[in-house]
């Protein structure tokens, strides 16, 4: 009988809710652009816009990053 209560406190519905469609977005665009500027940056080796390239994927990536650790949880507050 126990086990059946631990299994019960395991799925219990959570007190914050759901998922809202901001932070869906935000993850998705953030994967786009942490994956989208590693591609990009892999472009700009033996490129004629080598830096440029490498500048835009880096900044891109960075963004990526920046969105869903720093900008979505001061949104959400």
Known sequence: MAAQENNDMIFEESSRGGVSA????FTVLSFV???????????????????????GGLIA???GLILPLWVLPNIEK
Request: charged content about 5%; proline content about 0%.
């Open 33 to 55: 652009l942490v994956f989208g500027g590693m591609v990009l940056g892999s472009y700009g080796f033996g490129h004629e816009y080598a830096w440029e390239l490498f500048a």
């Open 22 to 25: 901001l932070t869906i977005v």
């Open 61 to 63: 990536t960075c963004v």
